[in-house]
């Protein structure tokens, strides 16, 4: 990770943290930060330290004897007392008491927010949230110009349209249900996700409260026995629409009807149901058999005008209103009049290339998923769509075979996964020539790495936006547009 300056945060006031107790001791208070173990027979050192800035995953960076430290939920300004446990060459720092806290440092909304790991960044104001997210790309991008102000979110909360939840049992045999806790397989038993559709978390209680008052058992991990593993919930946030996935150990589902029943009485907005069964021993959640158990094994949404059908395995933007804000984005950096033809690379089920022809002479997308290409073939009908074409392969391939024939395409849109693209796609890329490149990434780290090679070979940037898609996380997606040089 690369240190940064202060961040702009402003000088903090010499005030004492708000509990007035060290962090580290407030186990009975639901804003307290869990306490690492040691190594067996070593105790941590305290040491107090001053944060200089932040890392890219939004931990506080600080000196001690010479070593940097990493402490998360510490910020810019900020003095404290660390714990530090050295882990052979490297050291471990918890904080354990705010001693100077930054005016940016706001109480977490979320009670589970110290044990879960699944946010990062709740002990930051919205907008120290998104200073630092301006921040960090700024400092990536540094070398392609001044990226623009950051798109936020007027509601933070609430976003996520796909929810997932484990089940167990706790020391007393009791069943509990909720999300693990950080870097384990504990599950934290949770009543409310604060990023998670507030409908989805109802229905996970109603299962909750199923499991309490039935013969259904959860699923446990050390003996292989029991039945329910995790439940899936995705949402139509625009259509209403629901799916819930039970994800199961085994195929055979004693009480089916009845759980169905009840299910459905308790929550009539649910529009699917399905058994997905995962017997591997594995941190993946679903299984490859499926089952309907209500309804049409899909949902479908709308998202930039356009309707989206989506099964239990398909990739869906996860938060729909930024998702508008990104592809409106890429659009418009694409620069389409009407008749280009567009390369939609790494196109899933077909989202931002059909958004795209609407605005395009022809758009051929590329996916090695063959679930995922038929889905998109499904969506292009759905939308009544007759410009664009999907095909199962290698999108790198596909273009280099393009450019052997002489075929021309004016812009290549690409989304990758997190590790980005790889070289060979990138020279695929180089070999095609497209007039346009726009380049939309979940990270920015691997997007400034790739767009090294594009502008080393015949490309530079003409511009970089910064969406918040996933707040009260540290994660930040980004979309450029670079073009080819004349």
């Known amino acids: ?78 003095k404290a007392e660390v714990n530090i446990i050295q882990k052979g060459r490297f050291l471990d720092a918890e904080l354990k008491n705010v001693v100077i806290s930054a005016e940016e440092r706001v109480d977490p909304p979320c009670p589970y927010y110290y044990e879960c790991g699944g946010c990062q960044l709740q002990h930051m104001s919205n907008d120290a949230q998104a200073l630092f997210k301006q921040e960090t790309i700024d400092h990536l991008m540094k070398p392609f110009g001044k990226p623009d102000p950051i798109f936020t979110m007027d509601h933070p909360y609430d976003y996520r349209n796909k929810n997932h939840n484990t089940f167990g049992l706790n020391h007393k045999r009791q069943v509990i249900g909720g999300l693990y806790a950080q870097h384990t397989h504990e599950i934290i038993p949770m009543d409310r996700c604060l990023i998670h559709d507030p409908k989805a978390d109802e229905i996970i209680d109603t299962i909750k409260d199923y499991l309490k008052n039935s013969k259904m058992q959860p699923y446990d991990e050390d003996t292989g026995r029991g039945f329910l593993r995790h439940v899936l919930i995705k949402v139509g946030k625009v259509s209403g629409e629901i799916m819930v996935v039970l994800v199961a150990a085994s195929s055979e589902f004693k009480g089916k009807n009845n759980f169905v029943k009840a299910l459905r009485k308790a929550h009539p907005d649910i529009t699917t149901m399905l058994l997905n069964v995962n017997k591997r021993d594995t941190s993946v959640v679903l299984g490859e058999q499926e089952k309907v158990l209500f309804g049409k094994g899909t949902i479908t949404d709308t998202l930039c005008g356009l309707e989206f059908e989506i099964s239990a395995k398909s990739f869906y933007q996860i ?165 080819l040089k004349r």
């Open 319 to 483: 938060n729909p209103v930024q998702t508008e804000k990104l592809y409106g984005k890429a659009i418009e950096m694409a620069e389409l009049s009407g008749n280009e033809t567009v390369i939609d690379a790494y196109c899933g089920i077909g989202t931002i290339g059909l958004v795209a022809s609407r605005k395009a002479g022809k758009v051929i997308g590329v996916e090695v998923n063959k679930d995922a290409v038929r889905d998109a073939i499904r969506n292009s009908k759905r939308n009544g769509v007759t410009n664009a074409r999907f095909y199962q392969g290698d999108a790198g391939e596909f273009m280099v075979d393009m450019a052997a024939r002489g075929e021309k395409a004016d812009v290549v849109i690409m989304d990758p996964p997190r590790s980005g693209s790889d070289e060979a796609f990138l020279s695929s890329v180089v070999k095609l020539k497209p007039k346009r490149v726009v380049y939309v990434s979940c990270n920015p780290e691997t997007q400034a790495r790739d767009m090294k090679y594009l502008v080393k070979n015949g490309y530079e940037v003409e511009g970089i936006q910064p969406v918040d898609m996933f707040p009260q996380t540290y994660h930040v997606e980004s979309v450029a547009k670079l073009v």
């Open 1 to 78: 990770m690369s240190k940064r300056k202060n961040q702009g945060y402003k000088k903090t006031k010499k005030k004492p943290n708000r509990t007035g107790k060290p962090y580290g001791k407030q186990k009975s208070s639901p804003h307290a930060p869990s306490k690492g173990k040691p190594a067996r027979g070593q105790k941590p050192i305290t040491a107090e330290v001053t944060c200089s800035g932040l890392t890219d995953e939004g931990k506080g960076i600080a000196e001690w004897k010479g070593k940097r430290l990493e402490v998360p939920l510490l910020l810019p300004g900020e």
